[in-house]
C-alpha cells in the first residue's frame, strides 16, 4: 500500500497539471459515471493529500475523495490523455495534461460536511505544514498498544505505513514492542519530526531512503539497491550499526522488521526473547525489612 509521501507527490504532479482550470472529468470504466457527469467542465480548485487520502475540490463546494487501498493506481501525463489502460475508475484532463486513476478502494463525491467526517477520523499527517503531532502524542502516551502498532494506525498518525514503521522505529532504538505508554513525550516528538523530515524526502525522490550516508556501504553518490534502509525486508542479514541479524514478526498484520539488539529498549518484540533474557537476569536477593544481611 502506498505510504503518505507516494500520495503527497501525486498530490504535487496532479495539481500542477490539473488545477486552477476548467476540466474534463470521464470514467472509462463507467464505474465513476455519474460522478464524473456532474464534473465535467468544472474548475478543479485544489488537489489536497491528508496521509493516505485525496480530495479534488472542484467549484461549487463538491469533493471528489479518493483512497488507492492495495491496489489504487494513478498514471499522468502532459497534453492529451492517451486511450485508457485498463479499468479506469476517473479521468481528468485539463489544458496542461491528464491523470487517470484505477482500482482504488474510493473515488467518491463527498460534500463538506462528508470531508470533515473523513478528516475528523484520522490523526495529524507529518507531511503537512498545518499538523500539530500534540493530538497524536497524546494518543500514543495513553495507550496500552504497541508502537509499532499505533504508528500503522491511520487514527493516530496518519500517512505512515509499513516502511516507515520500522525504519522510523530502528532509527530510534525503540523496540516496537513497547506500549506506548513507556515511551517519554520527546521520544514520540522526535518520532514525529524524524517522520517529517523522512517523508519529506521520500515525497521529494519518489522513494523511501531512510539509511544515513555513513551507515551505507557506498556513502557517496546515488543510493544504491538495497542500501535504502535499516532493517525493511532485510531479515536475516546484518544490522548496519551492530552486526546482529536482523528479525521479522508479524504485527498490525504486517511483517515487521526490528534489530533486536539495537532496538531492546523498553521491551522486546517476542515473548521468547522476553523469557530468555528474564532467565539470563540475575534474581535480586529479597531482604526482609529490619534485617542486614552479611555477604
Ligand atoms: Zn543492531
Known sequence: MPEGHTIHRA??????????????VDSPQGRFAHGAALLDGRELLAIDAYGKH????????VWVHVHLGLFGKFRTGTGEPPPP???????????RGWMTLSGPTACDLVDDNERRLILDRIGPDPLREDARPAAAIARIMRSAAPIGVLLMDQRVVAGIGNVYRAELLFRARISPAAPGRSLARAQILALWKDARMLLRDGEE??????????????PRGAVRRGEQYYVYHRTGQPCRICGSTIERAAMAARTLYFCP??????????SRTIAGMRARS????????GHVTAS
Open 282 to 289: 540475575p534474581k535480586k536477593p529479597r531482604v526482609a525489612k
Open 54 to 61: 485525496l480530495f479534488y475540490a472542484f467549484a461549487g463546494d
Open 205 to 218: 525522490r519518489g522513494r523511501i531512503v531512510t539509511t544515513r550516508p555513513a551507515d551505507r556501504p557506498h
Open 261 to 270: 539488539v539495537c532496538q531492546s529498549e523498553p521491551s522486546r518484540p517476542s
Open 11 to 24: 498530490a504535487r504532479i496532479q495539481r500542477g497539471l490539473l488545477a486552477g482550470g476548467a476540466v474534463r
Open 85 to 95: 489502460r485498463g479499468a479506469v475508475r476517473m479521468r481528468v484532463s485539463g489544458e
